[in-house]
């Protein structure tokens, strides 16, 4: 880039509908809308709430640049971008998924999984609260840690492990399948995968 | 003028130049010089009438007129100094300031009193100075192609603002 530093900044426009701006909203967690001289590119998102009417909407562009420190160069070598259209389409029930890992191996009893990571491509615009349960119902020798996860704005992928006690007994089952429920803001606009299945093994003894 | 400025301070003065005493003398006060996109500086017309002898110097100068980002090369002409046009010198180019003309128009009847030859210096090449694009996702806002699309209750995945670098 030509400039030492640019820093953009977003805003709603005037002319949009009718008050988008706490319900439409941007952020560049990663590169807080600022280029320096090395980049050519940085990133931002959008997000709309789930409430939001479908719709056309604008975000305003403006920029504060700095000039490399040069008497033969111009101070500004940039426009701001021309203003941005926003499409919002209203909410679609299961439009995104979440995908949850799968066990590479058994659990094994008396100690914790790995972390299994539980993951979506597009993260809520306020929150989406997943609960783990047993398909076959509570059983006390297996435990969630967490019992939940909650994804925010800026989440994509979290993790959790399954703890299997040592006295779990193993005889009565040696596989179990555990279930997602989602609750929270933006649940509907997310599916839950359907099931995911471990198997549980003894320790192994040398 | 094509550097991105509205205004220029100038002064102006003339010298007695057949008199080996005399300094420069204002003879304008007014020093506010307004431009526009065409290459053009003006200067309010001082508003006392000056009788000036054929001995005097006359000096306009303007301040703060940004240097262009780059320029092209230039061999000295051996023959002649005006070489803008000497397409052996320059090569075949077709942006230049050219040379400097100093006219007075009267506002009131929207003519050309006076004019000079186009011969005065020019200072430099290449007044245009081109701006870079930031773009957002691509977006073309002539056709309002590649829009951002968002669904309620969500956020996009990460989308590219993009600098451009090309110097010229």
Not at chain 1, 106 to 116: L, M, R, V
Not at chain 2, 7 to 13: E, F, K, P, Q
Not at chain 2, 150 to 156: E, F, I, K, R, W
Request: charged residues 20%; aromatic residues 10%; hydrophobic residues 35%.
């Amino acid at each position: 880039m030509q400039a030492k530093k640019i820093v953009l900044e977003a805003t709603a426009n005037s002319r949009s509908r009718t008050n988008p701006e706490s319900k439409l909203a941007w952020t560049s967690e990663a590169f807080a809308y600022t280029f320096y001289q090395e980049y050519t590119m940085i990133t931002f998102r959008v997000g709309a709430d789930k409430t939001l009417s479908k719709g056309l909407y604008f975000i305003n562009w403006s920029k504060t640049e700095t000039g490399q420190a040069s008497s033969t160069s111009p101070t500004t070598h940039y426009h701001h971008p021309a203003r941005t259209l926003v499409e919002v389409v209203a909410a679609v029930t299961n439009k995104w998924a979440f995908t949850c890992e799968t066990l590479g191996s058994s659990a094994i009893k008396g100690t914790s999984t790995p972390d299994i990571g539980l993951s979506t491509t597009n993260s809520p615009f306020s929150d989406v609260q997943i609960t783990f349960a047993l398909s076959a119902g509570t059983n006390s020798s297996i435990t969630f840690d967490p019992t939940s996860l909650t994804f925010g704005p800026n989440d994509l992928k979290k993790y959790f492990r399954i703890a299997v006690a040592a006295d779990y007994d193993i005889s009565t089952a040696s596989q179990q399948i555990v279930t997602f429920t989602d609750s929270g803001t933006d649940a509907d606009v997310y599916s839950m995968p359907n099931s995911m299945t471990f198997s549980i093994a003894e320790a192994a003894e040398d | 003028m094509a550097d991105g400025n509205s205004s220029y301070t100038c002064s102006t003065t003339n010298l007695d130049t057949t008199s080996l005493t005399a300094t420069a003398r204002t003879w304008n006060t007014d020093t506010d010089c307004t431009t526009n996109n065409s290459n053009r500086v003006e200067l309010d017309a001082s508003s006392t009438a000056e009788t000036l002898a054929s001995g005097l110097e006359f000096t306009w100068s303007i301040s703060g007129v940004g240097n262009p980002e780059w320029g092209w090369t230039r061999t000295a002409a051996t023959s002649w100094d005006f070489d803008v046009s000497d397409t052996d010198v320059m090569g075949d180019y077709h942006k230049w300031s050219n040379k400097f003309v100093l006219s007075t128009h009267d506002l009131s009847d929207k003519n050309v009193v006076q004019k000079s030859y186009d011969n005065l210096n020019a200072a430099y090449l290449g007044f245009n100075h081109q701006y870079d694009l930031i773009t957002v996702n691509g977006y073309d806002p002539s056709d309002m192609s590649n829009r951002v699309k968002v669904y309620a209750g969500s956020y996009t995945t990460d989308i590219n603002i993009e600098a451009d670098s090309d110097s010229d």
